[in-house]
């Protein structure tokens, strides 16, 4: 089946930083998107979220673009602090999929003090 | 975003036996679904746990391996059977359409961690 995949296995970032985790997805019928954070040892926690019909939205200190022409997907992170190390995770969900995720390989953000 | 509890939290089993786990959601929930992350991997959906019917399979994984229930709104459990090393993950709970949220947003319970010897 379809995928989504990450351009950048691993991020190592200073602490203060911003980071931008990429995101590169293939199924054009996708049209709700999330962002997970996991802390090694926990489950994935939600992050953000963005549907199909927005190209920009803002949590606190986190940002995701979306740009479907290229079908790619971000995540910001403002001022990087050493609690954000982690592996984010994308998913992707299609219309009509019966609300199924499909995941992405994952990027490991490391932030260094 | 609930409160989602599985039970165990960790387990060490030896081949051949079975494993059952629980997933408890402190709030009425839609969905339910079941994932399995092998080491150093990202997720996989198993199935989607139904309440009152058969789970639904994704393509790779059965029934005979891995039984679901869902007796009501609030709970699950996944049963993985006849284990062998490879069965070795973390094995994920999530929800969605909890009331007042987003209807598609998954959240996720902390996992359970299966080592099979």
């Known amino acids: 089946g379809e995928s989504v995949g990450l351009h950048l296995p691993t991020l190592s970032v200073q602490e203060g930083d911003n980071s931008i985790i990429n995101c590169a997805y293939s199924n054009s019928a996708s049209d709700y998107f999330i962002w997970y954070k996991q802390e090694s040892g926990k489950g994935p926690q939600f992050i953000i979220d963005i549907r199909s019909n927005m190209d920009k939205r803002q949590g606190q200190r986190v940002t995701v673009l979306l740009n479907k022409t290229v079908k790619h997907l971000s995540l910001q992170i403002a001022a990087t602090q050493p609690g954000d190390s982690a592996v984010y995770f994308c998913?992707?969900?299609?219309?009509?999929?019966?609300?199924?995720?499909?995941f992405g390989k994952g990027t490991l953000l490391t932030v260094n003090p | 975003s609930a409160v989602i509890s599985q039970k165990p939290s960790r387990d060490i089993c030896q081949r051949g036996t079975s494993l059952t786990i629980q997933c408890q959601v402190d709030?009425?929930?839609?969905?339910m679904f079941w994932y399995r992350q092998q080491p150093g991997q990202s997720l996989t959906l198993i199935a989607t746990a139904n309440q009152g019917s058969e789970a639904t399979y994704e393509s790779g994984f059965v029934i005979d391996k891995f039984p679901i229930s869902r007796p009501n709104l609030t709970f699950s459990t996944l049963t993985v059977s006849n284990m062998s090393p490879e069965d070795s993950s973390i094995y994920l709970c999530?929800?969605?359409?909890?009331?007042?949220?987003?209807?598609?947003?998954?959240?996720f319970g902390p996992g359970t961690r299966l080592l099979v010897l």
């Open positions: 999530s929800v969605q359409r909890i009331a007042g949220g987003p209807k598609e947003t998954q959240y």
């Open positions: 709030s009425q929930v839609t969905m």
């Open positions: 998913a992707e969900m299609a219309g009509g999929s019966n609300y199924k995720l499909t």
